[in-house]
């Protein structure tokens, strides 16, 4: 029953994402064009459903649109005063990482430095953040097994979501985040792929244009590389006589994991892939839980009290500074980046070696331990 359910929704997902294309093959392959700046440009216009006339709109998209515009009011003034007590780009990062307020084209400078050393995705909100919002809350509240507490995470952290102006990643995480925690709340066996895969299947059946979303395809591609290839990267660690992973090291192979996932595709779109990544990412993760935190409390001092604002920007920004100064001690590797652009079979050749090194290695580390 669950393996036809399965089947019927991959159908179902299949005939969204060929209706989306018009059956075209030709559309099919011009939308996963490398030609990233183009289609991103295209689509960015027409997705856009609050451009359009408030007369033409339904009622659900008029109040989307209505909370999307007091949401961008809200994270515009917030961003203000924020600015008034941290310095730039300390600044910019905590409204990146609070309510996904990508600022830093007004500093392209560090933008640069950001995509040298591969630290992007940490700047914006994502699984990562929702998931530790959902968490804190779950703390504050008590057991997440209670189906009153169950309700008051998933509403907040849809509005949290919302507040970031329902970006794609972010509706993403919480569509995901969700669905792991309603399996987990009725006692199902929550195995990461599965849920990965069924989250994926959701929003191609809701968005099916999203399959062809670069963001999308980083984000399922670094997730399946945390939940499968560490264990191949344990494996060949305790070859080499490192059985007791340190924490460092530990960091370093899910930063890896995710790296040898997306390379591929950031070769692919961007022509381009970070070297110094595989090393800053463990270095400076540590702080983003921390900062993201602090940062949500400093976003609503500022509303209320400007000394307690001055107070928690003090005590932030040490960790803030810290992101700042390593990304930029990195980025002047000369070396920290390299310019290279896969084909598409390149990708598929990556793919398929990629996936036969896991499935050797985590079959060996099975006989070794029988």
Same mark, same amino acid.
């Not at 008051?152 to 949290?160: D, M, S, V």
């Given at each position: 029953m669950r393996g036809g359910l399965f089947f019927l929704l991959v159908v179902f997902g299949i005939a969204r994402v060929g209706t989306c294309v018009g059956w075209s093959y030709e559309a099919l392959k011009e939308r996963f064009s490398n030609d990233f700046e183009a289609s991103y440009k295209i689509s960015d216009a027409s997705t856009d459903v609050c451009s359009g006339l408030s007369t033409k709109l339904t009622l659900g998209e008029r109040l989307y649109c209505t909370f999307k515009g007091?949401?961008?009011?809200?994270?515009?003034?917030?961003?203000?005063k924020v600015q008034e007590v941290l310095p730039s780009p300390h600044s910019e990062l905590v409204m990146g990482?609070?309510?996904?307020?990508?600022?830093?084209?007004?500093? %392209?400078?560090?933008?640069?430095? @950001?995509?040298?050393?591969?630290?992007?995705h940490v700047v914006v909100v994502s699984g990562y953040n929702i998931s530790l919002v959902f968490a804190l809350l779950m703390r504050l509240l008590g057991s997440q097994y209670k189906i009153k507490n169950l309700v008051?995470? =998933?509403?907040?952290?849809?509005? *949290?979501?919302g507040i970031s102006g329902f970006g794609i990643p972010a509706v993403r995480a919480w569509?995901?985040?969700?669905? /792991?925690?309603?399996?987990?709340?009725?006692? +199902?066996?929550?195995?990461?792929?599965?849920?990965?895969?069924?989250?994926?299947?959701?929003?191609?059946?809701?968005a099916p244009e999203q399959l062809f979303s670069v963001?999308?395809?980083?984000?399922? $591609?670094?997730? =399946?590389?945390? $939940?499968?290839? %560490?264990?191949?990267?344990?494996?060949?660690?305790? +070859? @080499?006589? =490192?059985?007791?992973? %340190?924490?460092?090291l530990e960091d370093f192979t899910t930063s890896l994991s995710a790296q040898l996932m997306v390379n591929p595709i950031i070769s692919y779109y961007f022509g381009t892939i970070s070297i110094v990544s595989l090393v800053a990412n463990p270095l400076v993760l540590w702080v983003v839980p921390v900062c993201t935190i602090?940062?949500?409390?400093?976003?609503? /001092?500022?509303?209320?009290?400007? =000394?307690?604002?001055?107070?928690?920007?003090f005590v932030m920004f040490p960790f803030l500074d810290f992101f700042v100064?390593?990304?930029?001690?990195?980025?002047?590797?000369?070396?920290?980046?390299?310019?290279? +652009?896969?084909?598409?079979?390149?990708?598929?050749? *990556?793919?398929?070696?990629?996936f036969l090194m896991i499935r050797l290695f985590r079959k060996r580390k099975t006989k070794d331990t029988v």
């Open positions: 007091e949401s961008q009011k809200f994270k515009s003034s917030a961003s203000g990482m609070v309510l996904g307020e990508n600022q830093f084209k007004l500093i %392209p400078t560090y933008n640069d430095i @950001l995509k040298r050393v591969g630290l992007v008051i995470g =998933l509403f907040a952290t849809f509005i *949290y979501a569509i995901m985040g969700s669905i /792991a925690v309603i399996f987990k709340f009725y006692g +199902r066996p929550t195995q990461g792929i599965k849920i990965l895969i069924f989250s994926a299947i959701v929003i191609l059946l809701l963001s999308f395809q980083l984000s399922f $591609m670094a997730t =399946l590389g945390v $939940m499968l290839v %560490p264990d191949a990267l344990s494996n060949i660690l305790a +070859r @080499l006589g =490192l059985k007791n992973v %340190p924490g460092f602090l940062g949500g409390v400093l976003v609503l /001092a500022v509303f209320i009290n400007s =000394l307690l604002a001055h107070v928690l920007s100064s390593f990304s930029e001690f990195f980025a002047n590797f000369s070396r920290a980046s390299v310019n290279m +652009r896969f084909s598409p079979f390149a990708v598929l050749i *990556y793919y398929a070696l990629l």
